[in-house]
């Protein structure tokens, strides 16, 4: 006789009903009917079995009754077959104590709980984090709490999924209500054939003031998504007097084509009132051509950054042992000050990598005048064609965007950044006016520069104020041109 062991988690008396109707209907359909029968602790009083039994089976002549019990109607046989329910408590089962507060019954999330969950990861700390932080408040072991981190994550599921109903209509409430609070916040949005939002640009009225200062350079990174929607955030940054990363404008968009683009830089432009001196983007074909078309004045160019995070899938398998020496030697090349130079320099480091037919290497060198910095000289960019500025940025934008946050959220996250700026710029504009920065030379110009300059931008001044006397002049063997260089290059 085949044995079989299963075990159930469940109301005992529900149990015991639906175990019947599956063995009465398994007892139909093979010609035999079964009776329950059950076991006691005669000690306890407490009933921990139920045993189903077969009675009469088809063709099988019955037992004799005694006629001192009571005639049941059915007739018990010899057949062995039968199943029986065995209760058992959780700690048989998990004997260690500490193994059952794993079970999901017992794993719950408090409403007070709850509520203080969503406040840190409002403020932006992790589950890790916020694990971490209630069992220090409740001055709990390590891994003590009543939940786990994936019913945190579940609790962030539920919690999105109730939000993101009314997402698009609460973002559309809360810029016309702005726009009326302030005539300087700007946004525009479009509507697709099902009447859904499909793109939008907005900018908070301070952004606006910020850009009408500083949006001589601006920066626009569409890296980051709300995945949540799938769908690419657009960011526009730029730096203030004080060095600072600011925040421009924001725009959420339905998907990254060329319409989109033209749409998106028409309506910047329209809105700000000015295009930029400059814009720096990463390769993006359709974002090129648009800027081409709607800001025709501006000068474009890469951002270094985008292109050398591609390097290690780029290179890594074709150069092996060799990628970290090319890595250097591009970055030397990426520095020579002269267009000249680097037009010399370029097709010797190709060769010494006998990268000649790489498709990458090709392709970069084609779009040179956009990321090379000889080819942009002339043009202000605010330092913001630099790595270190990039990862500056990159850093800004994670603080208020992740892959989960729905927009309810990034609207207040946005909101947050903007008046983070605006505190660290009142704390620079006190700084100014009480830090005492030392003058390097008697010079009238570098006392000057002094009074009118922010210390972020007199420092810069102060290091090309100084470089300024160590250049050596030198003349052509034409005789009728002359070579300016400063001395750390004419000493190579």
């Known amino acids: 006789m085949a044995k079989s062991t299963m075990q159930f988690r469940n109301n005992r008396s529900l149990v015991n009903k639906k175990l019947l109707f599956f063995y009465q209907s398994y007892a139909r359909k093979n010609g035999f009917s079964v009776r329950k029968g059950r076991f006691v602790n005669k000690k306890t009083g407490e009933r921990k079995r139920r045993d189903f039994f077969v009675t009469?089976?088809?063709?099988?002549?019955?037992?004799?009754?005694?006629?001192?019990?009571?005639?049941?109607?059915?007739?018990?046989?010899?057949?062995?077959?039968?199943?029986?329910?065995?209760?058992?408590?959780?700690?048989?089962?998990?004997?260690?104590?500490?193994?059952v507060r794993f079970l999901p019954s017992y794993r719950n999330i408090k409403l007070e709980d709850e509520k203080r969950i969503l406040l840190l990861k409002e403020g932006g700390l992790s589950v890790t984090q916020i694990m971490r932080v209630m069992e220090l408040e409740r001055g709990l072991r390590h891994g003590e709490l009543p939940f786990l981190n994936k019913d945190i994550h579940n609790l962030f599921a539920k919690?999105?999924?109730?939000?993101?109903?009314?997402?698009?209509?609460?973002?559309?409430?809360?810029?016309?209500?702005?726009?009326?609070?302030?005539?300087?916040?700007?946004?525009?949005?479009?509507?697709?054939s099902e009447n859904r939002l499909e793109h939008i640009f907005w900018c908070h009225a301070h952004c606006f003031e910020l850009y009408q200062k500083y949006g001589d350079a601006v920066v626009f990174d569409t890296t980051y998504k709300v995945n949540s929607y799938d769908m690419p955030f657009g960011i526009f940054v730029g730096i203030d007097n004080n060095g600072r990363t600011i925040l421009l404008g924001c725009a959420l968009l339905r998907n990254e084509k060329l319409i989109t683009f033209e749409w998106l830089f028409k309506k910047f432009t329209l809105l700000?009132?000015?295009?930029?001196?400059?814009?720096?983007?990463?390769?993006?074909?359709?974002?090129?051509?648009?800027?081409?078309?709607?800001?025709?004045?501006?000068?474009?160019?890469?951002?270094?950054?985008?292109?050398?995070?591609?390097?290690?899938?780029?290179?890594?398998?074709?150069?092996?042992?060799?990628?970290?020496?090319?890595?250097?030697?591009?970055?030397?090349?990426?520095?020579?000050?002269?267009?000249?130079?680097?037009?010399?320099?370029?097709?010797?480091?190709?060769?010494?990598?006998?990268?000649?037919?790489?498709?990458?290497?090709?392709?970069?060198?084609?779009?040179?005048?956009?990321w090379v910095p000889s080819y942009l000289h002339g043009f202000f960019f605010g330092g913001m064609t630099t790595?270190?500025?990039?990862?500056?940025?990159?850093?800004?934008?994670?603080?208020?965007?992740?892959?989960?946050?729905?927009?309810?959220e990034l609207i207040k996250q946005v909101d947050l950044a903007i008046e983070d700026v605006g505190h660290k710029q009142m704390h620079d504009s006190m700084l100014a006016k009480y830090q005492e920065l030392h003058l390097r030379s008697l010079s009238p110009l570098e006392k000057q520069g002094y009074q009118v300059l922010t210390p972020f931008a007199f420092k810069k001044f102060q290091d090309q104020f100084a470089q300024s006397i160590q250049?050596?002049?030198?003349?052509?063997?034409?005789?009728?041109?002359?070579?300016?260089?400063?001395y750390k290059a004419t000493r190579l």
């Open 272 to 370: 700000m009132k000015k295009s930029p001196k400059t814009i720096l983007t990463d390769q993006d074909p359709w974002m090129k051509q648009a800027i081409e078309k709607e800001m025709p004045y501006t000068k474009h160019a890469f951002c270094i950054w985008h292109i050398t995070t591609k390097f290690s899938s780029w290179f890594t398998s074709v150069l092996r042992s060799d990628y970290s020496t090319w890595c250097t030697e591009f970055y030397d090349l990426y520095k020579l000050e002269s267009v000249e130079e680097f037009e010399q320099q370029w097709p010797l480091v190709i060769a010494k990598y006998n990268l000649e037919q790489n498709k990458h290497v090709t392709a970069l060198y084609q779009i040179k005048t956009f």
């Open 387 to 408: 790595t270190g500025r990039s990862d500056s940025i990159n850093a800004f934008v994670k603080k208020f965007i992740s892959s989960r946050t729905c927009l309810s």
């Open 56 to 99: 009469v089976k088809e063709n099988q002549s019955p037992k004799r009754i005694s006629q001192k019990k009571r005639n049941r109607g059915y007739t018990k046989c010899e057949c062995k077959a039968h199943m029986r329910i065995t209760l058992r408590r959780i700690n048989e089962i998990f004997p260690e104590e500490w193994q």
């Open 159 to 192: 919690n999105h999924k109730l939000h993101s109903q009314n997402d698009a209509r609460e973002l559309l409430e809360y810029c016309k209500s702005a726009k009326n609070d302030n005539p300087n916040f700007q946004y525009a949005f479009t509507l697709d």
């Open 471 to 486: 250049y050596s002049v030198a003349q052509e063997e034409n005789c009728t041109s002359f070579i300016v260089r400063h």
